[in-house]
């Protein structure tokens, strides 16, 4: 899939933006606070409905704005096209599809992007909801059980928690259809994170052979949150005091996680920073590469500040791997990487939130 053209108005420093995009390499280059990065992140926001930067949902919005938009003409690799665009008036999010109100899973459904940038390292040095939002992404795009499954388990893990905060004012009797809703679906995701992980893998290690090499064979573990062997509505049962006492449910889905293991770095702590990205860049290709495989079409590709975040030499060979598939790939940079010579590139220059075309 390729983003054709793209729309953005009050986001961050983009006043009013329009730019025309093509299907292959595009840089966005200019000095640092240009709005760069932003230009990235209109393109997120339509695949994850959030920001890939941390920080308060509030700083989105140009200052002195109350609302922002993002709008996207979008072609799949079968021919079609879509009219996706996702918009917020003051704490309200509304996101269309060809027109029509639509919400925020369907607009996700719809477009895919995967983005590696300054904080990617998070997926690896950090905690663990940065890497169940990356699973998750990835599940609900192969697996159309998911969201339903989900959906489900956020509502029962919303309603026992609020039980666990006025635990004085409700009896026990109250808390086991919650818990059994909540085992229920926890089961449910449970199988299907574990389907795709088992379907993540081969790409994964393909991935961090051709980027991490020197570290040998390479292991992926997953913990889905409560011990193996039991059921979650015992755990529950038997936690309930200790819940009770911290006022939120301590054990189920929504504390999975997952790690990456190398033969000579066992550990997280053993990477480098260096490698903490490299590693971090194998999982958002190899997510790619997945999403390729299941749907026909590789998402777009966002690399954000490349030059300063890999060596020339890894930037080179990522550019010319997504080349070589025919991704859409979207790069930003203060000037254009030197790696990315040798091929058609289209540039843009970047300065105080507004776009000029450069070849």
């Not at 890497?131 to 388990?153: K, T």
Request: with cysteine.
């Amino acid at each position: 899939m390729w983003l054709q053209h793209l729309r953005i108005r009050g986001l961050r420093c983009l006043a009013d933006v329009e730019v025309e995009l093509d299907p292959g390499v595009t840089v966005f280059a200019g000095p640092n606070g240009a709005g760069k990065t932003s230009l990235l992140e209109a393109a997120f926001l339509l695949s994850h409905a959030r920001s890939f930067r941390s920080g308060a949902k509030d700083a989105l919005l140009q200052r002195g704005a109350d609302a922002l938009s993002v709008f996207a003409e979008l072609r799949h690799a079968d021919g079609q096209s879509r009219r996706i665009g996702l918009g917020r008036q003051g704490a309200r999010w509304e996101a269309r599809v060809d027109g029509s109100t639509a919400s925020l899973s369907e607009l996700v459904g719809e477009c895919a992007v995967v983005c590696f940038e300054p904080g990617s390292h998070a997926l690896i040095a950090g905690g663990a909801e940065e890497r169940r939002r990356y699973l998750d992404w990835g599940v609900f795009h192969v697996e159309h059980d998911f969201m339903l499954a989900w959906r489900r388990y956020q509502r029962a893990l919303k309603q026992r928690n609020t039980l666990l905060r006025a635990a004085s004012l409700v009896s026990d009797a109250l808390f086991a259809p919650w818990e059994a809703e909540l085992a229920t679906t926890a089961t449910q995701i449970d199988g299907l994170r574990e389907v795709y992980l088992a379907a993540l893998r081969p790409h994964l290690l393909s991935c961090m052979e051709a980027l991490l090499p020197e570290l040998g064979a390479v292991e992926l573990r997953y913990r889905r949150g409560w011990a193996e062997g039991v059921e979650l509505a015992d755990v529950l049962a038997s936690q309930r005091g200790r819940d009770l006492a911290r006022g939120h449910t301590t054990q189920g889905s929504h504390r999975a996680d997952w790690s990456i293991a190398f033969e000579h770095a066992p550990l997280r702590e053993h990477l480098s920073r260096g490698q903490e990205k490299l590693t971090a860049l194998a999982c958002v290709l190899a997510q790619a590469s997945l999403y390729a495989q299941r749907r026909g079409e590789w998402p777009v590709v966002c690399l954000d500040d490349l030059a300063s975040e890999l060596d020339r030499p890894h930037q080179a060979a990522v550019v010319s791997q997504l080349r070589a598939v025919g991704a859409q790939v979207l790069v930003t940079g203060t000037e254009v990487p030197e790696a990315l010579e040798g091929g058609p590139t289209r540039v843009f220059h970047v300065e105080q939130g507004r776009l000029n075309p450069l070849l």
